[in-house]
């Protein structure tokens, strides 16, 4: 693992300048030689069958009935995702959808599943993404079950920077779970980050990535600075073309 210098990078005025062209262990990013995290078993039971019930103090984004608290994110109109049997299937071609409301710092849950039979590879199978702040910061949603990709693009990744520690995906077909704790990057009067965005995923009951600052915005094939932008933005699900289902979508501000 990777452990920033919070302190002095918090302080220095670098953090405003767009990041290098590889990442903190100069790797170029989808760098398909860069080593495959290891495989381990999930946890069993992880998630349950049945869905939970969320905290009491949980902030309910999706209980499987309605898209209520979700817009298109492209032009603010009804999200057009599939409900049905409790979950939400992405219906290709109609754009990411984002809640209604904005958050900062959250504890995230959310449930998802690939298709089943799984159909193509890499990139193009199972994929979707989580992303805070509106689209600036993903974690990677793929099937990565016995399907190879670049690394920092598989299952539980911060997007183009970090992969997982491992990979604790289940088959395609079966319900997984994310927990993620998002902190949103902080910016001076000036737009210069102060702090940057930082992730905590388990994938299945494992953890995955530990307190990972981000070194921009996620984005495919190119680096991009911090850009100074609200700490409180909606949450996002990507349409990635494949009918990926969410269920059990519940956060807790922190």
């Given amino acids: 693992m990777r452990v920033a210098a919070v302190l002095?990078?918090?302080?220095?005025?670098a953090l405003a300048q767009a990041p290098p062209p590889g990442d903190p262990e100069g790797i170029p990013q989808h760098d398909l030689n860069r080593p495959q995290p290891a495989i381990v078993?999930?946890?069993?039971?992880?998630?349950?069958?049945?869905?939970g019930r969320p905290p009491s103090d949980a902030v309910v984004l999706f209980d499987g009935k309605d898209l209520a608290g979700w817009k298109s994110q492209k032009d603010g109109s009804p999200?057009?995702?599939?409900?049905?049997?409790?979950?939400?299937e992405v219906v290709k071609g109609t754009g990411a959808i984002e809640t209604r409301?904005?958050?900062?710092?959250?504890?995230?849950?959310?449930?998802?599943?690939?298709?089943?039979?799984?159909?193509g590879e890499s990139q193009g199978r199972g994929n979707s993404g989580?992303?805070?702040?509106?689209?600036?910061?993903?974690?990677?949603?793929?099937?990565?079950?016995?399907?190879k990709t670049y690394p920092?693009?598989?299952?539980?990744?911060?997007?183009?920077?970090?992969?997982?520690?491992?990979?604790?995906?289940?088959?395609?077909?079966?319900?997984q779970a994310y927990d993620l704790v998002y902190?949103?990057?902080?910016?001076d009067a000036a737009g210069a980050v102060t702090k940057r965005a930082r992730v905590t995923v388990f994938h299945n009951g494992v953890l995955v990535q530990h307190a990972r600052e981000l070194?921009?915005?996620?984005?495919?094939?190119?680096?991009?600075?911090?850009?100074?932008?609200?700490?409180?933005?909606?949450?996002s699900l990507q349409d990635h073309g494949n009918p990926m289902r969410f269920r059990n979508v519940w956060l807790r501000e922190l």
């Fill in 41 to 51: 078993t999930p946890v069993a039971g992880v998630p349950p069958a049945v869905p």
């Fill in 183 to 187: 902190e949103a990057p902080r910016f």
């Fill in 130 to 147: 989580v992303f805070f702040a509106g689209s600036r910061y993903e974690v990677q949603v793929l099937d990565s079950y016995e399907n």
């Fill in 79 to 88: 999200a057009a995702w599939k409900v049905e049997n409790g979950y939400m």
């Fill in 8 to 13: 002095l990078l918090a302080a220095s005025p």
């Fill in 215 to 235: 070194i921009g915005p996620t984005t495919n094939k190119v680096r991009t600075p911090y850009s100074a932008h609200p700490e409180a933005l909606p949450i």
């Fill in 152 to 175: 920092d693009g598989q299952a539980g990744a911060v997007y183009g920077q970090f992969p997982p520690l491992v990979n604790a995906s289940r088959p395609p077909g079966e319900w």
């Fill in 101 to 119: 409301q904005s958050f900062a710092d959250v504890q995230l849950h959310i449930e998802w599943m690939a298709p089943t039979p799984p159909t």
